[in-house]
Nanobody, 121 residues
Framework: QVQLVESGGGLVQAGGSLRLSCAASGSIFSINTMEWFRQAPGKQRELVAGLVSGGSTNYADSVKCRFTISRDNAKNTVYLQMNNLKPADTAVYYC???????????????WGQGTQVTVSS
């Protein structure tokens, strides 16, 4: 089994910073993609940032130049550094890691439990 544990959310004033972490544990043979999503009340879940195994990244237009996704391969952990936060960034943030648990498995996507980020004006 694979588990994802998120941490790092909280309350911050506009202009402030937070760093989210998402650590994967369990049976992990290889990791394909690591992503961060967010869901604000009454809105659909949206992709915020993604990182593929080769190192390429992609970001939602709304967070470009403010958010940075990175990974620690040794710890099977993905981070989201969020700078210059705005009230519009307020949401529950979820990580999703797509990985192969064993060499014979298909790639499976796992979700974190979500962490609340609240940005006050």
């Amino acid at each position: 089994q694979v588990q994802l544990v998120e941490s790092g959310g909280g309350l911050v004033q506009a202009g402030g910073s937070l760093r989210l972490s998402c650590a994967a544990s369990g049976s992990i043979f290889s990791i394909n993609t690591m992503e961060w999503f967010r869901q604000a009340p009454g809105k659909q879940r949206e992709l915020v940032a993604g990182l593929v195994s080769g190192g390429s990244t992609n970001y939602a237009d709304s967070v470009k130049c403010r958010f940075t996704i990175s990974r620690d391969n040794a710890k099977n952990t993905v981070y989201l550094q969020m700078n210059n936060l705005k009230p519009a960034d307020t949401a529950v943030y979820y990580c999703r890691i797509s990985l192969r648990p064993t060499p014979s498995n298909w790639i499976v996507a796992y979700w974190g439990q979500g962490t609340q980020v609240t940005v006050s004006s």
